[in-house]
């Protein structure tokens, strides 16, 4: 028992000792270990970086998601896919489905099943207040019942347009709080004159929400009825999308049954015949996104194995310089009776600490950089305990490989060679 104690002393103690040798090591070649720590660091920092910033999209999306609902599905003139497009119809079906309509928004909107169907169109715009000018600034043409399908934020001061408003085409407008910012300042924005691509439009609410990733971060918008749009604002019907919410107490497979009858029977389509529209679902939505930012994923793990991959080259150099350095040193310490396993331990612990070092400094920097990325953009990044733990553990896995060959070339030197070493 007592062997046993005394053996993990020793290794706590060559432990403490390699760390101070390490250390020494950094202050007598600063320029060799500062490259060595740099090619960790950066390995580490684009782990910690990418990781927060996909944790923090990650949320935002979960949050968009679950405002929009479970249950809501939107109608698009064009599928989302990722399958190449040659211009051919065979590859290009979806080309020529026709557009959607403020026509199909009604007609989906009297269904037993359906408590809402939105058609909304984006345009881009100019939009002015006196002397202060917003170019292609994002606006909207929606319905009256825009507020049942967006529950992304809240409209105070003010008040939303009205059927009425929307059907006869009035010039009404509701801004978001930036576009009210910096068109008006700190003044009352309700009952104000703007202009949208010329056109006047009277101010009637201010609309509040939290910016995301998938809204495009905190921009300037408006929001006009939908036939105000098309009628004064020459906005085209190719790209209008039916956002549609369906009753609590029906399922969303049996609001799309419905709604894909209708569709087919409106649009006169044979049973044989494939649907010339597409539904996208929250669940369809998720995975485009997965697809996506799972490309970013690969992105990281490439990044930071390249990063790494030349701090443990570093490692290797500078070890092995370590070692033709000490060589007299490790004679010394053999003819003192030191063993194989005490060398080869002293020298990998050296080597973690290397690039622990770098580890820590990658995580400091990509820290700072996530904190910079949550303040100065939509995206709320923030470091997950995942993303620490595999940048530290990475590093160190890191270490023990590539010091392995300097530590067993170490432990293996003859004592009286070494010592005759000059």
């Known amino acids: 028992m007592g062997d046993r104690n005394g053996s993990i002393g020793v290794r706590i103690y060559s432990l403490f000792e390699g760390v101070t040798i390490a250390l020494d090591s950094l202050r007598q070649n600063r320029v060799r270990a500062a490259l060595t720590i740099l090619g960790v660091a950066v390995g580490v920092f684009v782990v910690v970086v990418i990781s927060a910033a996909i944790h923090g999209i990650n949320a935002s999306v979960a949050r968009d998601f679950e405002k929009a609902g479970p249950t809501t599905f939107t109608l698009n003139r064009f599928p989302i896919t990722f399958e190449a497009c040659d211009g051919t119809d065979d590859t290009c079906k979806w080309r020529h489905n026709p557009r959607m309509s403020f026509a199909d928004a009604k007609a989906i909107g009297t269904l037993s099943t359906i408590r809402a169907a939105c058609a909304q169109m984006n345009l881009g715009r100019e939009v002015r207040y006196k002397d202060r000018d917003l170019p292609s600034t994002t606006v909207i043409g929606t319905m009256a019942n825009w507020t049942i399908v967006d529950h992304a934020g809240d409209l105070y001061p003010g008040r939303s347009f009205t059927?009425?408003?929307?059907?006869?085409?009035?010039?009404?407008?509701?801004?978001?709080?930036?576009?009210?910012?910096?068109?008006?300042?700190?003044?009352?924005?309700?009952?104000?004159?703007?202009?949208?691509?010329?056109?006047?439009?009277?101010?009637?609410?201010?609309?509040?929400?939290?910016?995301?990733?998938?809204?495009?971060?905190n921009r300037p918008r408006a929001i006009i009825p939908f036939e105000t749009a098309y009628r004064?604002?020459?906005?085209?019907?190719n790209n209008?999308?039916?956002?549609?919410?369906?009753?609590?107490?029906?399922?969303?497979?049996?609001?799309?049954?419905?709604?894909?009858?209708?569709?087919?029977?409106?649009?006169?389509?044979?049973?044989?015949?494939?649907?010339?529209f597409a539904i996208i679902t929250q669940d369809k939505l998720f995975e485009t996104y997965n697809k996506i930012f799972g490309m970013f994923f690969l992105v990281m793990i490439v990044l930071s194995a390249i990063g790494l991959l030349v701090g443990g080259v570093g490692v290797i150099a500078i070890m092995m310089?370590?070692?033709t350095e000490r060589t007299r040193e490790i004679g010394v310490r053999k003819a003192l009776g030191a063993t194989r396993g005490t060398i080869l331990w002293q020298f990998l612990v050296e080597a973690v600490t290397l690039t622990a070092i770098g580890a820590i400094c990658g995580l400091i920097g990509g820290g700072i950089v996530s904190v910079i990325i949550?303040?100065?953009?939509?995206?709320?990044?923030?470091?997950?305990?995942?993303a620490i733990v595999a940048a530290l553990g990475a590093s160190a896995i890191t270490g023990v490989i590539f010091g392995m060959l300097p530590a067993m070339r170490a432990s293996k030197l003859d004592p009286v060679d070494a010592l005759r070493y000059e």
């Open 321 to 323: 310089i370590s070692v």
């Open 240 to 276: 209008i999308a039916i956002a549609v919410v369906p009753r609590d107490d029906v399922t969303r497979d049996q609001a799309q049954d419905e709604v894909i009858a209708l569709m087919r029977a409106r649009r006169a389509l044979r049973p044989a015949q494939d649907n010339n």
């Open 232 to 237: 004064s604002l020459n906005a085209s019907f």
């Open 374 to 386: 949550r303040n100065a953009t939509p995206i709320k990044a923030s470091i997950p305990p995942f």
């Open 163 to 217: 059927e009425s408003e929307e059907t006869n085409g009035d010039h009404v407008a509701i801004i978001n709080d930036e576009m009210a910012t910096r068109l008006f300042g700190d003044s009352d924005p309700l009952d104000k004159v703007i202009s949208i691509s010329n056109v006047p439009f009277v101010v009637i609410g201010v609309y509040h929400y939290e910016a995301s990733f998938l809204s495009g971060g």
